[in-house]
């Protein structure tokens, strides 16, 4: 069975707005990255980004939840083959490797395995 939700990163146009939007709201730290993407923490320490790439997966910003896998590669395998779409084909970013892939709703979902 997988992990439940580890990680949350928002792909968007706005991103310095996106940040201030959080931080006023929620009081979440905001503070720069890996590849240029601003990484939000509470006081338990950090558990999202926001990327500066604006890569978006639709027509809307959108955040991605990353769910820990044990391999990337049959966990995709196993999404398409239950109707997942693929979004974007193995990536590896400075904490592992993942896909993003789009359920049969329409939810963007990241599969992720630690490096």
Sequence with gaps: MSSPF???HHNGRKSRETQKFFESLLAWKGSEGPDGMT?????AGPFAAIGAKQERYGDRDEWIPFVAVDDVEAATKRAMSLGATLLREK??????EFTVVRDPGGAALALWKKA
């Design 6 to 8: 580890v990680w949350f």
């Design 39 to 43: 990484m939000l923490a509470h006081d």
């Design 91 to 96: 990536s590896r970013g400075p904490a592992g």
